[in-house]
C-alpha cells in the first residue's frame, strides 16, 4: 500500500531562514505526491504536486520539492520564511487507482522573529 | 471564480441530533469526497461519489451517509451525532477519478461541534 511519512510534527524556523519539511513515500509504482497547506479553520489548498513530469518542482508562494527517487523523498523547501507561512503542511500520496488521498501526520510550521 | 463551497461553516448539533452539512461546486468535477479531520491530525476520507457511483471507505461508520443529487452539491449527513463526531469536516473535488493523477480541490471546510 501507498503511504507517506513525515518526520517532525513541528517545525520552528526564524524568519528569513530556510523552511525544510520532509516527506517520505513509500509506493511499489511511481507515486503522485502533493504538498497541501492548511491555515488555521481554513480547507487545504494545493502548494505544489509531482506527476513524474520534472523531478524539481515549483509551487505556489516560493516553496518547491524534490522528488528522489533513490532516497524515496520529496521533501519541501523555501529558502526565506516569513511570518505568513506559520501554518500545517501536509503531504499526500494518491492511491487507489488515483481516486484517493492518504495523508502524512502533518507538520505544523512555526516562523519566528 | 470557480470553487468549491462549504456550508456552514460553522455547526453546532447536540448529541444524537441528525445534522447535515453540505457542499457544493462549480468546477463540474466528476468526483466529489468527504473527509473527517480531528484536532491537530490528518484528513480521512470518509466516502466519495465517482459520478453517482457511491464509494464509502470500510472503516466510516454507519452513522454517516452521503446524498449526491447533482453533479454540484453533496451532503454530509450524521445520523446521531456523538461527541467523537466533532471535527472539521472537508469536502473536495476533484475531475476525474479513474487513473492518472487528480488533484483534489478543498472547501474552507465545516466545524462541526457536538454538545
Known amino acids: 500500500a501507498q503511504s507517506v511519512t513525515q518526520l517532525g510534527s513541528h517545525v520552528s524556523v526564524s524568519e528569513g531562514a530556510l523552511v525544510l519539511l520532509r516527506c517520505n513515500y513509500s509506493s511499489s509504482v511511481p507515486p503522485y505526491l502533493f504538498w497541501y497547506v492548511q491555515y488555521p479553520n481554513q480547507g487545504l489548498q494545493l502548494l505544489l504536486k509531482y506527476t513524474s513530469a520534472a523531478t524539481l518542482v515549483k509551487g505556489i508562494n516560493g516553496f518547491e520539492a524534490e522528488f528522489k527517487k533513490s532516497e524515496t523523498s520529496f521533501h519541501l523547501t523555501k529558502p526565506s520564511a516569513h511570518m505568513s507561512d506559520a501554518a500545517e503542511y501536509f503531504c499526500?500520496?494518491?492511491?487507489?487507482?488515483?481516486?484517493?488521498?492518504?495523508f502524512g501526520t502533518g507538520t505544523q510550521l512555526k516562523v519566528e522573529l | 471564480d470557480a470553487m468549491v463551497i462549504q456550508n456552514p461553516r460553522y455547526q453546532v448539533t447536540q448529541f444524537g441530533k441528525p445534522v447535515t452539512l453540505s457542499c457544493s461546486q462549480t468546477?463540474?468535477?466528476?468526483?466529489m469526497y468527504w473527509y473527517q479531520q480531528k484536532s491537530s491530525q490528518a484528513p480521512k476520507l470518509l466516502f466519495h461519489?465517482?459520478?453517482?457511483?457511491?464509494?464509502n471507505e470500510a472503516d466510516t461508520p454507519d452513522n454517516f451517509q452521503s446524498r449526491r443529487p447533482n453533479t454540484s452539491f453533496c451532503f454530509l449527513d450524521i445520523r446521531s451525532p456523538g461527541l467523537g463526531d466533532a471535527a472539521m469536516y472537508l469536502c473536495a473535488t476533484s475531475r476525474d477519478g479513474q487513473g492518472g493523477y487528480n488533484e483534489q480541490f478543498f472547501g474552507p471546510g465545516t466545524r462541526l461541534t457536538v454538545l
Open positions: 468546477l463540474n468535477h466528476n468526483v
Open positions: 499526500a500520496v494518491l492511491t487507489g487507482g488515483g481516486n484517493k488521498l492518504t
Open positions: 461519489y465517482y459520478d453517482k457511483d457511491f464509494n
